[in-house]
Nanobody, 121 residues
Framework: EVQLQASGGGLVQAGGSLRLSCAASGFTFDDYAIGWFRQAPGKEREGVSCISRSDGSTYYADSVKGRFTISSDRAKNTVYLQMNSLKPEDTAVYYC??????????????WGKGTQVTVSS
């Protein structure tokens, strides 16, 4: 059974940092695309950052480039999202998701429960 357990959300002031973690299990970590998505109140879910296995690329939304960094630890089957210089507009529920086809898109196969990130101004 595929499981994705996200953690690390919280309340932070603008300009601060948080690191999200997603512990994955139930699949071969290197075979699946895995990444982070977010949904703010009243808005559609959007991609934040994702690691594609189909072409080895790492993707970032334009709004987070230069501030967020995605990384993974194969030994721990965990993917991280380091978020720096946080802005109030980063406030959202953040989800970890994985896809067996190996590429990143909004309809990933598997989704974890979200973790709330709130950035105060």
């Amino acid at each position: 059974e595929v499981q994705l357990q996200a953690s690390g959300g919280g309340l932070v002031q603008a300009g601060g940092s948080l690191r999200l973690s997603c512990a994955a299990s139930g699949f071969t970590f290197d075979d699946y695309a895995i990444g982070w998505f977010r949904q703010a109140p009243g808005k559609e879910r959007e991609g934040v950052s994702c690691i594609s296995r189909s072409d080895g690329s790492t993707y970032y939304a334009d709004s987070v480039k230069g501030r967020f960094t995605i990384s993974s630890d194969r030994a721990k089957n965990t993917v991280y999202l380091q978020m720096n210089s946080l802005k109030p507009e980063d406030t959202a529920v953040y989800y970890c998701a994985a896809d067996s086809r190996g590429y990143c898109h909004l309809r990933m196969d598997y989704w974890g429960k979200g973790t709330q990130v709130t950035v105060s101004s």
